[in-house]
């Protein structure tokens, strides 16, 4: 079985400019999660979204904003783009609908995201 | 509000010796807690997850966690490192109302695995 995918993998985007990354979770997975994890930090939850709807959000700005699809892939949006946002972006997938409290994530590898 | 403390940044054994990886947790209610580890440029992979049918929780590669309640501490041992567990170790902790899920991560420990 295929995991978590994303793309692209890496991404060089200039200042000002807009970005959309793309998750694919596991087949069956309904709930999709964002990170962001800056260099030498632990990741940092962006989203959440379940059956289509943001069922969670974390401390970012309006810039980030997300969507998911029909078939429970998920978009992630940076607008404005600024050097602070260079970072690695997770996406994770989580196998119930209603997460519990012992659900693990499965992570993607990642789409390595540079402003400059 | 819940949130863990990874007590060291860097962790530096030698091949062969035991590992331990300490963690602190804070949480109003009984946690979930987690250890992710990630490889260089890989994303993060499952070690082993607490779910309070056990204080001792075995994982993947040899790895364990004993959950401490008086402690609050979910620290992660091996008897044995490997040169290949060199990875930066995560120890997490879900945030449980509602059915938000996020993951809370801590700052992250290195382990260094000499020959």
Known sequence: DAGVTQSPTHLIKTRGQHVTLRCSP???HKSVSW???VLGQGPQF???YYEKEERGRGNFPDRFS?????????ELNVNA????DSALYLCASSPQGVIRENTEAFFGQGTRLTVV | AQSVTQLDSHVSVSEGTPVLLRCNYSSSYSPSLFWYV????KGLQLLLKYTSAATLVKGINGFEAEFKKSETSFHLTKPSAHMSDAAE???VVR???GNTGKLIFGQGTTLQVKP
């Open chain 1, 26 to 28: 596991i087949s069956g």
């Open chain 1, 35 to 37: 990170y962001q994890q």
């Open chain 1, 46 to 48: 962006i989203f959440q």
């Open chain 1, 66 to 74: 997300a969507r998911q699809f029909p078939n429970y892939s998920s």
């Open chain 1, 81 to 84: 783009l600024l050097l602070g």
């Open chain 2, 38 to 41: 990630q490889h260089p440029n």
């Open chain 2, 89 to 91: 170790y995560f120890c």
């Open chain 2, 95 to 97: 945030h449980g109302s």
